[in-house]
């Protein structure tokens, strides 16, 4: 029996187009039906969701910023945020300088991304984000200065690695230089830090409490470094046939690709298994 169900976005559910099938998006609504919660469980923020995401039907809750949020779209606020104080925030973009990166960082929802001498965004940063990120995205001249404006901490920051090959080695100096903080991957050149002890796990298992279902009764979908937590969290794990190896040697289940629709066919088998 499974009562929550916790899906990464990007290289999971959304398929390399950053779509989702009519099909995916009937099932997911359905879930409300059978009383399961559906909860994307993503590194975008809950302004960031694709709108087929946004539009399935009764959308409650979202695990955004890898774990540094969780959103109520009933409510409209953040029901849990966890973030990097502004200070220490300011240290890490400051290192950050001396990395082969572009930075920017997410407060509240909205991400903010350092631009160019020209005053844009990179184009690097357009052509490679994730789809629907710049979309929303504030240009920043100055990262400093519109921390200082920001009322809150960071909810994450989340710097763009110029170079593929480079990813592993910055993520490497990172950790070394801010051991308290969490610093994941969730693809190649995507490198997320969070607050200390905030993943994608932790807020799911926090999210469940908050709804009175234990945690076996979850299932989590995911593909990346930054599902493991999730992964390994909930009551049972499934990874698409698209997903990294350290992410399959955790996996309960496997399923189908996100390009072949595999969450929906995987809560397909499930559900049918649930009901015999």
Request: aromatic share 8%; with cysteine; glycine share 8%.
């Given at each position: 029996?499974?009562?929550?169900?916790?899906?990464?976005?990007?290289?999971?559910?959304?398929?390399?187009?950053?779509?989702?099938?009519?099909?995916?998006?009937?099932?997911?609504?359905?879930?409300?039906?059978?009383?399961?919660?559906?909860?994307?469980?993503?590194?975008?923020?809950?302004?960031?969701?694709?709108?087929?995401?946004?539009?399935?039907?009764?959308?409650?809750?979202?695990?955004?910023?890898?774990?540094?949020?969780?959103?109520?779209?009933?409510?409209?606020?953040?029901?849990?945020?966890?973030?990097?104080?502004?200070?220490?925030?300011?240290?890490?973009?400051?290192?950050?300088?001396?990395?082969?990166?572009?930075?920017?960082?997410?407060?509240?929802?909205?991400?903010?991304?350092?631009?160019?001498?020209?005053?844009?965004?990179?184009?690097?940063?357009?052509?490679?984000?994730?789809?629907?990120?710049?979309?929303?995205?504030?240009?920043?001249?100055d990262l400093y200065a519109t921390l200082k404006e920001m009322p809150d901490g960071l909810q994450k920051i989340f710097l763009y690695s110029k170079d593929d090959d480079l990813t592993s080695e910055i993520l490497s100096k990172l950790r070394y230089e801010f051991p308290g903080l969490f610093v994941t991957t969730s693809g190649p050149i995507f490198i997320e830090v969070n607050a200390?002890?905030?993943?994608?796990?932790?807020?799911?298992?926090?999210?469940?409490?908050?709804?009175?279902?234990?945690?076996?009764?979850?299932?989590?979908?995911?593909?990346?470094?930054?599902?493991?937590?999730?992964?390994?969290?909930?009551?049972?794990?499934?990874?698409?046939?698209?997903?990294?190896?350290?992410?399959?040697?955790?996996?309960?289940?496997?399923?189908?690709?996100?390009?072949?629709?595999?969450?929906?066919?995987?809560?397909?088998?499930?559900?049918?298994?649930?009901?015999?």
């Open positions: 029996m499974f009562r929550l169900v916790a899906t990464d976005l990007d290289g999971t559910l959304l398929r390399s187009d950053k779509t989702i099938s009519k099909e995916t998006q009937d099932v997911l609504s359905s879930l409300y039906e059978r009383n399961v919660f559906f909860v994307p469980t993503t590194g975008r923020s809950h302004k960031e969701l694709p709108a087929p995401v946004r539009e399935v039907e009764h959308l409650r809750y979202a695990i955004t910023c890898n774990g540094g949020g969780v959103y109520d779209f009933a409510e409209q606020r953040y029901i849990y945020n966890f973030t990097i104080d502004k200070e220490l925030g300011e240290r890490v973009l400051k290192f950050s300088e001396s990395l082969p990166v572009y930075p920017s960082f997410v407060c509240n929802g909205e991400r903010y991304i350092l631009t160019d001498a020209d005053g844009k965004i990179p184009e690097y940063v357009i052509r490679r984000a994730a789809g629907g990120v710049v979309e929303f995205a504030h240009a920043s001249r200390p002890g905030i993943d994608k796990g932790k807020t799911l298992r926090l999210l469940c409490e908050h709804l009175d279902i234990p945690i076996e009764e979850s299932i989590a979908f995911g593909d990346a470094a930054n599902d493991l937590a999730m992964l390994r969290t909930a009551g049972c794990a499934v990874v698409p046939a698209n997903g990294t190896d350290e992410a399959k040697a955790v996996a309960d289940l496997f399923c189908e690709s996100c390009d072949d629709d595999g969450v929906r066919k995987a809560l397909v088998r499930l559900c049918n298994d649930q009901q015999k």
